[in-house]
Structures are given as structure tokens and as C-alpha cells.
């Protein structure tokens, strides 16, 4: 597979220029900040649409454009449910949340809570942050280093170092306003790579394959399956767990993360703030929408020309050298059989669509599934007897390896550094969060010495460093889950709907104490923990989306039950 083993000349200058022009400017416009307000806030001087493009940036890591087309092309377009709550999210935010946050000039999110409560909840909230937000730094770091790993051969130990290093150097340089500077280019280079991606795509199939056509032959396989109205929990992905479980996220992720809140706290006023996050709630659904049918176009791709049985090149090496090698080749040679005889099927679909046609094709996709899933038991088998760590669900391969076999020179580049620019923007923004929540939120407020403000900046410049060293080092001990985007997913949701629940209870109901909720969320956190636990062991079913909203109602609901809640 010779595009997993070298880049050309012109990828690698477009890859290297776009990365290095994008950290060089952000370091050299924000080298001289010497101030709290305008490392942290960024000045409080961003414009409306810097806010919503850098708020969408820090969500939208390399994970996003690595693993939702594998999602799509696996799973088909019903993921794009897991957004349907965002826009709900933006207008409470707009509503609730801002014109809190600027009335009392805060810096972090968690800084309202003792000015509601008291420090100790302060702490408390702030240290859940910290705990799920520094794994997930971790893990932005990860998902690019396993491409270029992949791509390059190179060691994925020195390659997570490297791309942490990378953003480490503007962070500290440069802070928030180094960020969101930085973010307005990366989603410039984001955008235009998958536009390109896209309409590459749809020339590559068949003449006679409009796209029409394309959005046909993948709605026959199952892949336009948008909504999903049941109330399944063996579904994860439906209009009910996106509209509930996917606002109360949203609310949570947008509302209380200090890798958010800072994004739009830079803005110059309340309405610039609003302005950013309603654009984001309106764009982020159609671009979600709009990454999930660039996976699908892939599987459509994918049904004229011939696809690896499993996309994750580290798979062969390890079949290769185990005893399972020959039921391997026998799988590769059905797999190749099977595809003969569904670019029939397809052209003849393509021809005059028919009930039946597309019944078959329903089930030549389903043999291929189970081909592809008992491949996966052979590598997990030959990796178990080799003693070796092999990703067997390779979703997070399916784009990459599409792009390294199939583009043109140079624009292989330039996909690369869509992907590392999403690395790169969702890691700036969180180490900056990380550190301004570790040195305003608790060492700040658990000092007696007095700092002037280039102490805190320098303090806040030497947290930002140890939080991405730390970043460093999980992404180094990392390993693949089911699919990057969802294990991100799934670490937020078991301390988000806590922590909402927290700002709610501050928000809405004033005659909460702050012992009560205190301790209505260490017990919280625990029953939420516990719950997460059971369903991965299948003691219960309850797909990780509602842990938001089960523990949002939970704290609230013992909060009110610990009988010292109440004032007299």
C-alpha cells in the first residue's frame, strides 16, 4: 500500500507550509501580552464571527474529520442525530448563561460558582473539568499521531510528542487571542480541504453516477437513514437521545467547559458573544450533516472499486506472520467475489432502481459486513497469539486510507492538514483552558502571596506547558476504542450532565446551600461512574448520550433532598 509509506514532494510542502504559517503568525501577532485579561480573555476584543469559528474549531478536532466519515461509511448518515441538541443548547446559552458570565466579569466558567455557592464547590467543578478535559487533550493529540504513524511509518511515541510540541509552542506564547487568531485559519484550510474531498469524490465515480444517483445507491444500502424516531436504547443515535441527551450535552459542553466558555468570553460584548454561538448552532448541524455525506459518498466510491477487507494497514503486517494467515487470504478471496457481483447489482440499481434490486443489495452489503466482522476476529486473534496491539475496527482508517490511495499530489497534503489543523486548534483551546482554570480557579484562590498581573500571566504560560507535557503523555499511553469521536464523547458524558446540573442548580433555584451541593455531586459523580460502568459490563442498558441528562437530574434531585438544602 504505497501511499501509507511515502508523501511526494508537493504534499509535503503543502503540509509543512500550512501548518507552520498558521503557528508562526499565531505566535508572532500575540508575542507581547503581559496582562491576565488579555492572556486569558484575549483582550475581550473578538468579533462575532471569530468567537462562532473558534468555537467550532475547538470542537471540531482531527477526531471529527478522522472518524465521522468511517462512521458513515460503517453506520450510514443517523450519527448527525447526536447534534440535533446544539442549536437547542446556543439559545438557552445565549439567554441563560451569557448575560450571567459578563454581568459578573469572570474568567472561568467555575468562577461564578463560588460567588453562588461557595470555594469549595468552585474546586470541585473545576477539578472534574480539569479530570475530563485533560484526558480528552490527550486524545486530540492521539488521533492525528496514529495517521501520520500509519502514513509515515514513523514511531507514534515521537510523533504524539511532536504534534504536542507543535501547539504547545503559540499556546503559551500567545494564550486565547494566539488561539482564536490561529482557529480562523485552521477552519479556512478545514473547509476548503473538505469541499475539495467532496467534489473529488463524485468524479471519481462512474460517468453515468450523478450524485442523485450516488445518494440513491447509498440510500439502497441503508446509509440515508437520517432519523431514527424509536425509543431503543440498543440504538445509540436517535432524534430522542440527540433533541434530550444531545442538548443537555451541548448545554453542558458550551455552557460549563472552560474550553468553551474562553472562547466566546474573549468577545467585545454580550452581543458579539451571542451572535458567535447562535452562528455556530446554525452551522453546526448542515456541517456535521455535511462531514457524515462525504463518509457516505466514500462507501458509494467504494462500491465500484475495490476496498481493503479491513482499513487499518497495521492489520496485514500482523496476519501475516500468524497462524491465521490462510483464513485470512480465504476471506480476502470472498470479500473479492462478493464485490463482482455487487458492481452488477449497482449498475444494474444505477440503470432502473427496483424493490428487489435494492433487497439485494441490502443483503450483498450485510455479507460484506460479516466478512469484514469475521476479519476482525482473525486480527484480534493473530494480535492475541503475536502479543501485539492491533486496532481490529478500523473506522478511523476508512478516510485516511481513501485519501492517500486516491487523491492527487498536493492535495494529499492539504487533507493532512485539514486533519492536523483540527489537532492542533481542539488541543490549543483546551491547554489554554486547562491552564487558566488550573492557575485562576485553584492556585490563585488557594494563595496567600499577592501577584501582579505578568505573574499570573507567566504562572498561567508555565500551567499551559504542564498540561500539554501531561497531554503528551496520555496520548502516549493511549490506545484505540471503538471510534475516537465516540470515546471522546463518552468521557464528557460522564462528568457533563454532573457539572450542568451543578450551574443549574446555581442558576435556577436560589434557595439551594452550597453543602447540598456539594455533596449531592461527589454522589453524583459516583451513581453516574457506577451506571457507565454497568452498561459497559451489560448489566444494563443505557447508551452514554443520557448519562447528560441522568446526571444532570440526579444532582438536582438530591440536592433537594439533603434536608440542609433549604434555607429557613
Not at 458570565?101 to 461564578?112: G, I, P, Q, S
Not at 437521545?241 to 454580550?270: H, M, N, P
Not at 496476519?319 to 487470504?329: K, W
Not at 435556577?508 to 453516574?528: E, M, P
Request: proline letters at 2%; hydrophobic letters at 50%; charged letters at 15%.
Amino acid at each position: 500500500m504505497e501511499g501509507f509509506n511515502k508523501l511526494h514532494w508537493e504534499d509535503w510542502t503543502v503540509l509543512l507550509l500550512t501548518l507552520l504559517t498558521i503557528v508562526l503568525y499565531g505566535t508572532y501577532k500575540t508575542r507581547k501580552q503581559r496582562n491576565v485579561q488579555d492572556y486569558v480573555k484575549g483582550g475581550s476584543t473578538s468579533k462575532w464571527w471569530t468567537i462562532g469559528l473558534s468555537v467550532m474549531a475547538t470542537q471540531a478536532s482531527a477526531i471529527t474529520f478522522l472518524s465521522t466519515p468511517g462512521q458513515a461509511f460503517h453506520s450510514g448518515m443517523g450519527f448527525v442525530q447526536f447534534y440535533f441538541g446544539v442549536p437547542i443548547a446556543m439559545v438557552v446559552i445565549c439567554m441563560v448563561f451569557i448575560p450571567l458570565y459578563h454581568k459578573l466579569k469572570v474568567f472561568t466558567a467555575y468562577e461564578y460558582l463560588e460567588s453562588r455557592f461557595d470555594k469549595k464547590t468552585r474546586i470541585l467543578t473545576a477539578i472534574l473539568f480539569l479530570i475530563q478535559r485533560g484526558l480528552a487533550a490527550g486524545i486530540t493529540i492521539f488521533a492525528p499521531a496514529i495517521i501520520l504513524s500509519a502514513v509515515l511509518g514513523w514511531d507514534l511515541t515521537l510523533l504524539n510528542i511532536a504534534i504536542g510540541i507543535l501547539v504547545i509552542i503559540y499556546t503559551v506564547s500567545g494564550g486565547t487571542k494566539a488561539v482564536s487568531m490561529t482557529q480562523k485559519h485552521q477552519m479556512a484550510v478545514i473547509f476548503t480541504g473538505m469541499f475539495i474531498a467532496f467534489f473529488l469524490i463524485l468524479s471519481y465515480l462512474p460517468d453515468d453516477i450523478t450524485f442523485s444517483k450516488a445518494i440513491e445507491i447509498a440510500g439502497a444500502s441503508g446509509k440515508m437513514e437520517v432519523l431514527d424516531f424509536s425509543f431503543d436504547f440498543n440504538n445509540r443515535y436517535t432524534v430522542w437521545s440527540g433533541l434530550i441527551g444531545g442538548t443537555f450535552l451541548a448545554l453542558s459542553y458550551f455552557g460549563t467547559d472552560q474550553s468553551q466558555v474562553q472562547r466566546y468570553l474573549s468577545g467585545k460584548s454580550i452581543k458579539e458573544m451571542q451572535l458567535g454561538l447562535l452562528f455556530n448552532g446554525l452551522l453546526k448541524v448542515p456541517m456535521q450533516f455535511f462531514i457524515l455525506l462525504v463518509g457516505v459518498m466514500v462507501f458509494v466510491f467504494y462500491q465500484f472499486n475495490a476496498s481493503p477487507i479491513n482499513f487499518n494497514p497495521s492489520a496485514d503486517e500482523v496476519i501475516a506472520n500468524s497462524s491465521v494467515a490462510s483464513s485470512y487470504e480465504k476471506l480476502k478471496q470472498d470479500q473479492a467475489l462478493l464485490f463482482e457481483r455487487k458492481k452488477t447489482l449497482i449498475n444494474s440499481y444505477a440503470d432502473k432502481a427496483s424493490k428487489d434490486l435494492q433487497a439485494d443489495l441490502r443483503l450483498v452489503n450485510e455479507q460484506d459486513r460479516e466478512i469484514r466482522n469475521k476479519a476482525q476476529d482473525l486480527i484480534a486473534q493473530a494480535s492475541e497469539e503475536l502479543d501485539v496491539k492491533v486496532e481490529t475496527n478500523d473506522k478511523d482508517y476508512v478516510f485516511i486510507h481513501f485519501i492517500l490511495n486516491n487523491l492527487p499530489k498536493g492535495l494529499i497534503g492539504l487533507l493532512l492538514a485539514v486533519i492536523l489543523s483540527a489537532a492542533m486548534s481542539s488541543t490549543a483551546s483546551e491547554l489554554n483552558a486547562l491552564a487558566s482554570t488550573t492557575a485562576l480557579d485553584l492556585y490563585k484562590r488557594n494563595t496567600d502571596k499577592d501577584l501582579n498581573d505578568l505573574q499570573m500571566v507567566n504562572i498561567t504560560k508555565w500551567f499551559t506547558f504542564g498540561w500539554g507535557v501531561l497531554a503528551i503523555i496520555i496520548a502516549c499511553v493511549a490506545y484505540l476504542a471503538d471510534n475516537l469521536i465516540q470515546l471522546v464523547n463518552i468521557i464528557g458524558s460522564i462528568f457533563y450532565g454532573n457539572v450542568l446540573g451543578i450551574f443549574l442548580l446555581g442558576f435556577f433555584f436560589k434557595r439551594i446551600k452550597a453543602n447540598a451541593v456539594f455533596l449531592s455531586a461527589i454522589i453524583t459523580q459516583l451513581i453516574v461512574i457506577g451506571l457507565y460502568l454497568m452498561d459497559a459490563f451489560d448489566i444494563i442498558n443505557l447508551p452514554y448520550l443520557w448519562l447528560n441528562f441522568v446526571g444532570c437530574i440526579i444532582v438536582i434531585t438530591i440536592a433537594h433532598l439533603i434536608p440542609s438544602s433549604r434555607t429557613t
